[in-house]
Structure formats: structure tokens, C-alpha cells
């Protein structure tokens, strides 16, 4: 049975580069595998889908049920961003960057995770210490989904490691401007044009526990934040909506990537409780947060420090 390496739900292009690769590592190694995303690729998100029709690599194949299968994740670990039925499936093997989720497994596993800005840098380094031919394609993803999970390097999540990993990367992918490359992915990323408002909330969107309370984290990132503006009302209602589904709080950063911070627009039972969370003060249903690039590294763990997690 081939392993189904497949990314968290909502796939960004981490999850989609990552799922390639490592099923490109595994078969390379030995072991059948396909590279798989949970969701359609007609509604694969807009960067994603600019990358890889830009290197000319098909999208992975889509993947919502794991039941009965053996599957690899990459880019998470927690069963609540898992296609269905994970219990049910053989997890075999793990690389990522974030905190370790709640994903157990029967056997010992590989499992390989690193503090670094994106799994592609990970797995970078798994294919140079096992001297592991990265195919110029396969590379040219790696390379898109490091400029984007680091934010072109910006965000705090950044290492050393992952500019190490771009500055070999796009020696194999034959790139030579990587901030160019950078911004016709912000372009694709943020480009907001006739999309449905749901495709808008839900492009990069992850549910949270918090202490038993539901909190939804989305992000925009944009370059710059007028961009929403004619929007903005018709967002915030989507945010309201998106509430009253049993959330305590739904919180949406619209991140501006050149000034470098993030108008948060707040939704939530105790408003407070976000304030105390940021040191800042909600004004007419947002807070500007200076420096605020990263979900997972500067908006999760304040909120689950207030949250009392
Ligand atoms: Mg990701
Ligand atoms: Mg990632
Ligand atoms: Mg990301």
C-alpha cells in the first residue's frame, strides 16, 4: 500500500510543497508513496495554485478521508487539522516545525521535527544528510514554500537554517531573485478579487482549543491593508457569523507585510481578555499589533497564556 503523505487541512504552500517532497524523498528512499492535500485542487488557495502551475508540477491528489490507510503528515501533528478518520489510519511517519500535536501512534515511528520557519527546511536537510537527489521541480516548491511560511524571512519564525536552506535551494531551482519571486506569491496570495467572502475567511483559518473555549485564528496577509477596505464590513459580518457557531472568540489578522504588523479584527465574548493578551486596546472592533507576523509564534501563545492554557 503506498503512504499518502498529506499536509493539515487548508493547506498553505507549505503543506502542499512538503507533501511532494517527502513523497519524493520516500519513493527515492524506497518506500511507494504519493503526495496528497485535503481538499480539491479547484479550491486549492490562490498562492499555492500559482506555484505550482508556475514550476508545472500537478497538484497533489486530494485526500479527506484516511480511514484504512497508511499516511505520512507533514506541516502538523494535531488529529483536528487530520483528514477524517485518522484514528483509523497508520500514521507512519511525521515531519514538521510546529509544537507537537496530539497525534499518537501504535508503533515507533519516523518523526522528525525541527524549531524552524517551514517543513520544507526540514526536510531540505533530511534529503543532504541522506544524499537524497532533489529534482529541480521538487526544489523550486521547497524554495516558494520557505519565502512564504517565513514571510520572505520577515516573521520571527525565521532561522538561520531556513535562509541557509533558500540560499541552496535556489541554486538547484535556478531562481536567482528570491524577492521577486516573493512578491508575485504576496500578489497571487493576496489578491482578493471577486473571491466569495468564505474563501476569503477560510483561506488561512485554524480552530483553536483554548482551556475547553473554541477560538478561530485567521490571517490575511497583504500588501497592505487598504486593500480590504472596501470589504472590511461584509468581513467583520462573515467573522460575526462564523462566532455564533459555538466560538467564544474569532480573531482575523490582516497582516501588512511591508509595514511589517497586523490590524486584528477582534470578535469575541471578553474583549478584554484579547486586550490583556496583546497590550492593546480594540477600537472600532480591531487592534493594531506592531511587529505581529506570525499565527503560530506571536498571536497563539499570548491567547493561550490569557486563556489560561
Ligand atoms: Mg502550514
Ligand atoms: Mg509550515
Ligand atoms: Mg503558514
Same mark, same amino acid.
Given at each position: 500500500m503506498s503512504v499518502c503523505v498529506v499536509g493539515h487541512s487548508n493547506p498553505d504552500t507549505d503543506s502542499v510543497a512538503a507533501a511532494i517532497s517527502f513523497a519524493n524523498y520516500l519513493k527515492a528512499t524506497g518506500t511507494d508513496a504519493v503526495a496528497c492535500m485535503q481538499i480539491e485542487a479547484a479550491k486549492l488557495n490562490p498562492e499555492s495554485t500559482a506555484v505550482l502551475k508556475k514550476f508545472g508540477v500537478a497538484a497533489p491528489q486530494t485526500l479527506m478521508d484516511a480511514a484504512g490507510k497508511k499516511v505520512a503528515l507533514v506541516d502538523f501533528s494535531d488529529i483536528g487539522q487530520a483528514p477524517a478518520n485518522i484514528k483509523d489510519a497508520e500514521v507512519v511517519a511525521i515531519v514538521d516545525h510546529h509544537k507537537i500535536g496530539d497525534i499518537t501512534t501504535n508503533n515507533p515511528i519516523l518523526f522528525h521535527a525541527q524549531?524552524?520557519?517551514?517543513?520544507?527546511?526540514v526536510l531540505h536537510e533530511m534529503y543532504k544528510t541522506n544524499n537524497v537527489t532533489l529534482p529541480k521541480d521538487v526544489a523550486s516548491l521547497m524554495l516558494c514554500a520557505i519565502l512564504s511560511d517565513t514571510v520572505n524571512f520577515k516573521s520571527p519564525t525565521c532561522t538561520e537554517a531556513d535562509k541557509k536552506a533558500v540560499a541552496?535551494? =535556489?541554486?538547484? &531551482?535556478?531562481?536567482?531573485?528570491?524577492?521577486?519571486?516573493?512578491?508575485?506569491?504576496? =500578489?497571487?496570495?493576496?489578491?482578493?478579487?471577486?473571491?466569495?467572502? =468564505?474563501?476569503?475567511?477560510?483561506?488561512?483559518?485554524k480552530?483553536?482549543?483554548?482551556?475547553?473555549?473554541?477560538?478561530?485564528?485567521?490571517?490575511? /496577509?497583504? &500588501?497592505?491593508?487598504?486593500?480590504?477596505?472596501?470589504?472590511? &464590513?461584509?468581513?467583520? =459580518?462573515?467573522?460575526?457569523?462564523?462566532?455564533k457557531d459555538g466560538r467564544h472568540s474569532v480573531l482575523f489578522m490582516l497582516?501588512?507585510?511591508?509595514? /511589517?504588523?497586523?490590524?486584528?479584527?477582534?470578535?469575541?465574548?471578553?474583549?478584554?481578555?484579547?486586550?490583556?493578551a496583546f497590550g492593546a486596546k480594540v477600537e472600532n472592533g480591531s487592534m493594531w499589533v506592531n511587529g505581529m507576523m506570525s499565527r503560530k509564534k506571536q498571536t497563539v501563545p499570548p491567547l493561550q497564556k490569557a486563556f489560561g492554557c
Open positions: 524549531p524552524v520557519g517551514c517543513t520544507c527546511t541552496e535551494l =535556489k541554486g538547484i &531551482a535556478g531562481v536567482t531573485d528570491t524577492d521577486s519571486l516573493f512578491m508575485e506569491m504576496l =500578489k497571487a496570495k493576496s489578491s482578493i478579487d471577486g473571491v466569495p467572502m =468564505k474563501d476569503l475567511v477560510f483561506r488561512d483559518y480552530d483553536f482549543d483554548m482551556n475547553g473555549k473554541k477560538v478561530g485564528i485567521g490571517q490575511l /496577509e497583504l &500588501a497592505t491593508v487598504d486593500q480590504v477596505a472596501g470589504i472590511r &464590513a461584509d468581513l467583520v =459580518k462573515a467573522l460575526e457569523d462564523l462566532k497582516t501588512d507585510v511591508v509595514k /511589517e504588523g497586523t490590524d486584528l479584527i477582534v470578535v469575541s465574548d471578553d474583549n478584554a481578555l484579547i486586550e490583556s
